[in-house]
């Protein structure tokens, strides 16, 4: 595959997966969600690969939904292609024997968040925000939504959806949403990677498996999930929303009652 | 209406309500209950209104369900009746499209605690002091668990049933329980409130009907809640502990083997 | 009963039980999991006694499943009724009219996790330490982790059995794995058992089984977690795994790819 939005660095037992896309702020289109599942595919199918980690550069780890994109006049499958992928991605997140690492450095946005919540385990600098915007635009973080709350509880999820507030790497690691930070990145990875080589790639599997059965996520919440993003992102209101933003700075709350 | 145990401040935006029932120290009867959904009705009937506003007085915000109503000698389904309301007034917070905040200053009491928790946001001054004491008399926060637990999980929500313990509101702060503690109550909340102007009342519905599918909580057990809540107000050995406490402040515990 | 695994100190209404097999460090066999199962009977039977308190002894509270009686050449269906009376403890624990307390001071590694996690409360010392060890040999914390996450949420949980991270009392107690960190377990003991005296022990149990409404635990949950611990107890990789480090203390991850 010719990847177009990420840089990948192959090391003895891990893929280093870097987004890439400068001009759009590491937003997700889907292009992304398909070499993501790509290098997923091929990580899967070579078991001298034991983890992929996942950062973002310059101070932007990803920003979310790609708002251009979205605007584009395609069909409503379309949505529901990009939902699917991005909630499938999520999903295979937290069943493959692969173990996943996100290393936050700097801006974590919407869909970004989710992309974090997922992961296995989340390393991050002290410099990074993160924050929920969605509703500022009749949005939901629908299916970042099942894995935050599974992260960090319901009510600390719920906080972030509707206050929008943005997150410091202290506060994100105090409530759990970030699990190490530090100020090396790369050292703080190297002894966690050295550390899984202790466990089996059979047993990861399992692991996740296992915990699959231990907590509320289903098959049918996670089509409540994409159903319900597909419902908002080809809503008119919604899409005049982003149009008005995108195109005139204009925000929607300008017209709130 | 001509209400008897609230007062009613209007703003532009928000109605701020008083519990007012300084003989009864706030505590929560049927009156109580039904001006509180009539209310939300009057809320929810006028777009202009955003949010409602709940807080106590002289340094109580509520102490629960009112003890001297629960003893009158009325037949039972008074008391379904009573947990019925109570616990859609609770699930009415949960679901309505305007954003309800709790202010606390002081005693948070038993079913006080669950009109807290069901809040979407709670803000608090030092000096809050929160306990679960149904306990003591042979009840249990019965409508107000699924709410607690949604809020600060499992583990936490037992244990202050169990020890009944105080929690002051730095330890409720830490826990999750409140959300921001202050020095000033009506500073935090003008800029919450300005904050929420940029989220419109239709996304604060989708929202809140969106979560309610993305946790445990369903009308099956809401419908335990109320019947457990009806058992047990009914049980005879409870009603003689509350009644030896109110005529002769008589704890049950001294009799115990 | 002619206890071989536990010594047991009556008090005026509580049993304290001292896991003592000092030659395996308190390891879990069957033989102990009758003993435990019997003591809780006697409460049970016994209206006197309103707690029973779990400790080790010598710096070691419990190390889990006995990893010599795993090895020995015995029937499947031996490991079934291992896995069946180990679950069956520690749903006991939360279900029990009695209070059920542990008190940890030292190591408490994979199964004795579980023992204190299924606790009403945990109070401990600061020279505590827990850890999920199992991934390593290839098994999981099967039974534990529906107690354990009810008690600390998903990702704290999942966090432990991935990384089998060494946690100590101060961090177990800032994520509510620990009530409370004394240097004095007697004293604080004493006053939470002084305290308990103050609720029923109608309403411990009422308590208990009302919290089992209000949570994910299932009857199924319960048999998915037996089997799961029982299918890879007698698998033959994991078999080999324990016998390769007990008998050449050879690791299983120096075979890894």
């Not at 398909?34 to 780890?61: C, K, M, P």
């Not at 319901?154 to 530090?182: C, P, R, S, W």
């Not at 999930?225 to 929303?241: G, M």
């Amino acid at each position: 595959m010719n990847y177009q939005t990420l840089h990948i660095i192959e090391s003895s037992n891990s893929l280093t997966l870097t987004l890439h896309r400068p001009d759009e702020r590491n937003s997700i289109n889907m292009r992304l969600l398909t070499e993501l599942h790509h290098v997923l595919d091929i990580a899967e199918n070579n078991s001298h690969y034991r983890s992929v980690i996942l950062q973002g550069e310059n101070g932007v780890f990803c920003t979310g939904m790609d708002f251009h994109e979205l605007l584009n006049d395609i069909p409503d499958s379309t949505y529901e292609n990009f939902a699917n992928s991005y909630m499938s991605l999520l999903k295979r997140f937290t069943q493959t024997s692969k173990i996943i690492i996100s290393l936050l450095d700097g801006q974590v946005l919407a869909g970004g968040v989710g992309l974090a919540a997922a992961s296995d385990l989340i390393l991050s600098t002290q410099r990074t925000q993160l924050s929920l915007t969605e509703a500022l635009w009749g949005l939901l973080p629908a299916c970042v939504m099942p894995f935050l709350i599974r992260r960090i509880g319901f009510q600390k999820a719920y906080y972030m959806t509707l206050t929008m507030d943005t997150m410091n790497a202290e506060t994100a690691h105090k409530i759990g949403l970030i699990d190490e930070v530090t100020d090396n990145l790369q050292d703080n990875l190297r002894l966690l990677l050295l550390r899984f080589n202790r466990i089996s790639q059979q047993t990861v599997g399992d692991l996740k498996s296992y915990f699959r059965k231990m907590w509320i996520i289903t098959d049918a919440m996670e089509s409540t999930a994409v159903n319900e993003l597909c419902r908002l992102a080809t809503n008119k209101n919604v899409r005049t929303n982003i149009k008005n933003y995108i195109e005139h700075q204009q925000f929607p709350w300008e017209t709130y009652p």
